[in-house]
């Protein structure tokens, strides 16, 4: 059965996960588009760049030379916004001036050797190779007692500050929570002490019985996206299981996150027929900090574009000061990344 | 004296505003830029524009004729993103799927008929002609009484979704409370509570103390870089009279808004020679909604530009998935447009 029955009228829709909202305005996606377009990036990337400071064999800033590695491979990053030798230091001046050093590790994690791929474009078994590494990064960082937390993320696309075509993904980990996961561990936690269920267990099963908001689906995993989306393609990949983390998954479920991270990232591609640019990550649970039955490990995505390969959203002025705002609704999101072929555009 | 010595530490901030943090990585700011390059803007327009929807007399979307107005001009957006002819409708199955219907009205305020200039390159007069024009909506629009916010704001530059060089602004109101406000109603609250003065008082008086983040002062305004900025050259203006909303400024505090309006954008266009965009609009108390004495006035400016007109921050992957995040220090920034020129580089 359908969710919602406002018709075209404006609205805010909750972000479970958050407990912030979004403005929705269906009437508003017939806006003609007069403002910035983006320039289309070059595909034509050879296989070995030898200017890249992610293929094999180059050197990196630092003065490293990359092995000649065949699947992927992972370092310390060169300009790390976090540093693990940082000494613990608080500030606090009458509640107006408050601050506090963090400590952390940033890694990168080059997904293949090929210069010229991305996931999508990836054979199944590489992408779960990369999930692999990420398990085993995951169960690596959690070994060093003052982490708390650990984001796994990727920036892919120039118009998303990524600054190297080079498939790749990052690793950021610290000794605090982060907002947004402070935010998701507050209402996670609060659905759980009421019903001793995951607030997203009950969520995805909801969802799979609407099936309006759903992509994909296979044994382990779900792709959706949700009612409460902000971005216009925004989605999410949801376990199953209650798993709190990556290092939860058993061999199934890594072949079964492959399998739909190949899907998802394929229907992106073929949605506007280019490389579909996006932020995307894993959240979990914190890590060191007991156990966390709430917990419910989700991947999102979040993409920028709105109409076309060239036509974003801008997430500014009202958006920033004020509250998210969409056109589309989450619904005909969900019905065109469903209208799309699983077979990359790309592909003979 | 100086706030914090940490050093080249990284850290987190607080931002007292919205009780939320951001990560400083001061060390990270040698990090060279090999990523996505902006276009410049064009910047010869002509004073008036035959196809430009915000010129007077020309033709708008809904076929309505601008009027030849002399100074500044408003009307209802023609692609309104809340509409008031919204009913009332709530939403709520199982706490897993919250919506509510939105009623507003959205309005663009053209701040001057001269289709090429911009705030910092209008006179003081005019500048003061668009804060009177502010203050009238404000008050009008605060008597229609299922209004509950009014958000005053401006995007400028096509990086910032501009989708018109004329220089314009606009007005989005509602009848909830948007996210961003409602964060800022609970720290203002919360400091009111325990103190009986506004949180900004305190804080800007403690920063004027300081010296080291501020950027202007006159009699009834000051400019600063917050100790929280999260965008490398974000700024504020606050009031030093605890005011609630524009509507309690009186004439001489409107002619020192425009004055430090027009002192503020053009450090900003001097900065890297070039139209500096942002988003910036005003955070004000609720309306309709009894008194708010924990309210304080005050202008947000968020610019995307980083180290040069045409490379600017992405706000992605780590920045959505976990906690904002800057390299340069709000100090460093503070200090740099404090060097800028107070006179705009394009006047002779
Ligand atoms: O209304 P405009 O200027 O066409 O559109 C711009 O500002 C709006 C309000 O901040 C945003 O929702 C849009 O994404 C942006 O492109
Ligand atoms: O580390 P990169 O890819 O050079 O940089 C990119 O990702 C980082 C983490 O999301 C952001 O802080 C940067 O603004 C962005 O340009």
């Known amino acids: 059965q359908s969710t919602l029955n406002f018709g075209d009228s404006p609205h805010t829709r909750v972000n479970i996960l958050t407990g912030e909202k979004v403005l929705v305005s269906p009437h508003r996606s017939k806006r003609p588009w007069q403002g910035q377009v983006e320039d289309l990036p070059g595909d034509d990337r050879p296989a070995y760049d030898p200017k ?6 180059n050197k990196r ?46 890694k990168v994690i080059a997904f293949t050797p090929r210069h010229d791929l991305t996931l999508p474009e990836m054979e199944q078994s590489a992408i779960k190779a ?20 650990i984001q796994i993320f990727e920036n892919k696309g120039a118009i998303m500050g990524c600054s190297n075509p080079h498939p790749h993904g990052q690793i950021w980990s610290q000794n605090h929570l982060p907002v947004e996961i402070q935010k998701e561990c507050v209402q996670q936690q609060k659905y759980f002490d009421k019903y001793q269920r995951t607030l997203l267990a009950d969520y995805i099963k909801a969802e799979l019985k609407k099936e309006e ?8 995993f779900v792709s959706l996206v949700p009612f409460w989306a902000a971005w216009p393609y925004e989605t999410m990949i949801v376990s199953k299981r209650a798993v709190q983390n990556i290092a939860g998954f058993d061999e199934k479920e890594k072949e079964d996150l492959a399998a739909i991270l190949k899907l998802l990232t394929t229907r992106y591609d073929n949605l506007f027929k280019t490389s579909f640019p996006y932020s ?6 914190p890590v060191n900090d007991g ?18 390969a060239t036509v974003k959203k801008f997430m500014v002025g009202y958006e920033m000061l004020a509250n998210p705002q969409r056109d589309i609704t989450p619904e005909v999101a969900a019905e065109q ?12």
């Open 52 to 57: 890249c400071y992610l293929c094999p064999t």
């Open 213 to 220: 908001r759903i992509i994909d689906e296979n044994d382990s």
């Open 130 to 149: 990369v999930v692999d590494l990420w398990q085993k990064e995951f169960e690596e960082l959690s070994k060093v007692e003052w982490i708390r937390y």
């Open 291 to 308: 156990d966390h039955p709430e917990w419910h490990w989700h991947m999102h995505f979040y993409p920028p574009l709105l109409r076309s």
């Open 337 to 348: 990344l469903r209208n799309c072929a699983t077979k990359h555009y790309k592909s003979k």
């Open 61 to 106: 800033a630092d003065g490293d030379i990359n092995p000649d590695y065949k699947e992927s491979f992972v370092f310390v990053n060169d300009f790390s916004a976090l540093l693990k030798d940082t000494s613990q230091q608080e500030f606090n001046e009458d509640e107006l001036f408050i601050a506090e050093t963090e400590k952390g590790i940033c």
């Open 280 to 285: 995307a990550g894993m959240h979990q649970a």
